[in-house]
């Protein structure tokens, strides 16, 4: 066995390998580097024996202790579930006016509704219920059905235009311009007319005005105020769904609008959607 050379400066040994004339040191490592690393590696066996660790095809190991985060994440979550049982189902047995005046239960049904809200409703209405685009912000009081504890619950246990509820909140909006119903240019007047009502303007009488009368004011009122029982919104204010720009009206006029909320019903039990409904009616805009 060749031995290495020993550098004439350092004093250390060098590992042979040379390098146009550079040679490597073969300097050791520290002793505290090496207990450190041979206590990782020691540390990695045990938890591999006592915990889940390796992939296995239809799962993993399960360890010698038999530690499952899923089971202490179940336990939790049951744990929280029975503390909660008796308040749960206090809200289920009562109607939403008791329920608004205990103090106790409503706080309960206020948290539980801000969390279910954050899981189910967010994805369309936003994180702080501001809404988007065919979303309706939920912190005003503009209300396609009513802003009341009575008519938000009905809305979020059966839904809007959903087919397969038959209790579902039904309105349809003829498509002006797709059905052929008005002409280009007598959509372009009732468009003018519908943004003049939301700036409070003296809406512009003539074509737009009669065109408006004859075919809005049934569902959205002779002045644009709207109709909650329709589902008709109100357009005399600065508060648009879609939109309020001149396009998007006669967008909106020419081809509809026709969005659909779910029916929570089948998805989630009553006393959740209690307090969903209780929390969106305490978020400002609640009749």
Known sequence: MTKNEIDEISGTETTGHDWDGIRELD?????????????????????????????????????WLGYSTRIELKNSIDVALDEQKESRLKIENASLAEIKADPTLLSFAQAGGRAAFKVNCIQCHGSGAEGSKGNPNLNDDDWLWGGSLETIHQTILHGIRYEQDDDTRLSQMPAFGTDELLTPAEIDAVADYVISLSKAETPPGGEGADLFA??????????????????????????WLYGGSKETVVESITKSRRAVMPAWAARLDAATIKQLAIYVHGLGGGQ
């Open 27 to 63: 300097t050791p490592m520290p002793r505290w580097w090496l207990w450190t690393f041979y206590a990782c590696i020691l540390f990695s066996l045990v938890y591999v024996i006592l915990y889940p660790a390796i992939p296995l095809v239809n799962g993993a190991t399960k360890g």
């Open 214 to 239: 004859a075919n809005c004011a049934s569902c959205h009122g002779e002045n644009g105020g709207g109709n909650p029982e329709m589902g008709a919104p109100a357009l005399n204010d600065q508060i």
